[in-house]
């Protein structure tokens, strides 16, 4: 199962600048942005999860606003599903 998230050009931008360091945050992004294919973003469920977990881990902060197109997507499905949001 994947979720596909329509891109805008900024959320791409932010997605696509350059990772610096070998943390777990930026080994998410890093893999994050394999999953970019034009204006198209390709999740995981797996990749899903490690996006909830880093929210739910550390609040707001810098990784956040890189993310934040696609934590408004996740957030806009779990609402479908009945979830509460991240």
Request: aromatic content about 4%; cysteine-free; charged content about 25%.
């Amino acid at each position: 199962m994947r979720l596909i998230i329509e891109l805008s050009e900024r959320d791409k931008e932010k997605l696509l600048t350059p990772v610096a360091g070998s943390g777990g945050f930026q080994s998410l992004l890093r893999n994050l942005q394999h999953g970019i294919h034009g204006n198209e973003l390709v999740l995981t469920v797996d990749q899903i999860k490690h996006v909830i977990d880093y929210v739910k881990k550390y609040g707001s902060g810098g990784f956040q606003s890189r993310m934040e197109g696609i934590i408004e997507e996740i957030n806009s499905l779990l609402n479908a599903l009945g979830i509460d949001p991240i």
